[in-house]
């Protein structure tokens, strides 16, 4: 794994590939946690069917700075993985110590989104792994009705060796009785990379989306 992915840096050696350090991942763990307990209010997310000696994409919507912390700790304390997320360019960049925690990059408007696409998948080879990845390509509005799921998507999964479980969360804020925001996380199993249907499963989330909004009307707090 590690010499094809050295190789993919020869190749390609634009993108910045993550230098995932097992040492301060562990070291940042209990500061996380200690950060998500002083920020809000309750963390609270629902179960989902985690399938051993599968890799894990986990896709998300994306609506606040906070959304790559919130992948992380569910990596952490409940998807057991190693933790791995595509971040845009130029955010890395300002903060490569994220680098060093799983990051990696993609430049949507460059020829070497590829690349990065390329690299994802190969990082799915392995089933030590997850990768997080904001499939909306930007920030939109937790209240939005609709999850754009952009094409990349499709052509990472196809390009995966090996066995790769597809999980996706809806992530939704609220305050109710109290100053600090709780968060509330919705799982949905999209099944595996031997099985994926790019139209099908963009209707599945979205079907998801809109049934976890209706139940976050009467979410309990």
């Known amino acids: 794994m590690e010499r094809g992915l050295s190789s993919l840096f020869i190749r390609f050696v634009w993108m910045i590939p993550q230098r995932r350090s097992t040492f301060i991942t562990?070291?940042?763990?209990?500061?996380?946690?200690?950060?998500?307990?002083?920020?809000?209010?309750?963390?609270?997310?629902?179960?989902?069917?985690?399938?051993?000696?599968?890799?894990?994409?986990?896709?998300?919507?994306?609506?606040?700075?906070?959304?790559?912390?919130?992948?992380?700790?569910?990596?952490?304390?409940?998807?057991?993985?190693?933790?791995?997320?595509?971040?845009?360019?130029?955010?890395?960049?300002?903060?490569?110590?994220?680098?060093?925690?799983?990051?990696?990059?993609?430049?949507?408007?460059?020829?070497?989104?590829?690349?990065?696409?390329?690299?994802?998948?190969?990082?799915?080879?392995?089933p030590k792994n997850l990768v997080t990845i904001f499939p909306q390509g930007e920030l939109v509005s937790n209240h939005t009705e609709e999850i754009n799921i952009e094409r990349g998507i499709d052509y990472i999964v196809k390009k995966i060796k090996g066995d790769c479980q597809v999980i996706y969360y809806s992530a939704f804020i609220e305050y109710f009785e109290s100053l600090k925001p709780s968060v509330y996380i919705h799982f949905l199993n999209c099944g595996t990379n031997h099985d994926f249907d790019y139209e099908k499963v963009k209707v599945l989330i979205n079907d998801h989306h809109k049934k976890a909004l209706k139940e976050q009307v009467n979410v309990k707090h």
Request: proline share 1%.
């Open 26 to 126: 562990k070291l940042f763990a209990p500061y996380l946690a200690y950060k998500l307990r002083k920020a809000f209010h309750v963390f609270k997310h629902d179960g989902v069917d985690i399938m051993s000696g599968h890799s894990i994409l986990l896709l998300c919507n994306h609506f606040s700075w906070w959304d790559g912390f919130w992948a992380g700790q569910l990596t952490h304390t409940y998807l057991h993985r190693d933790f791995h997320i595509m971040m845009q360019e130029d955010h890395i960049k300002k903060r490569m110590f994220f680098n060093r925690l799983g990051g990696f990059s993609i430049n949507r408007k460059s020829k070497e989104v590829i690349t990065s696409l390329q690299y994802a998948a190969t990082l799915l080879g392995d």
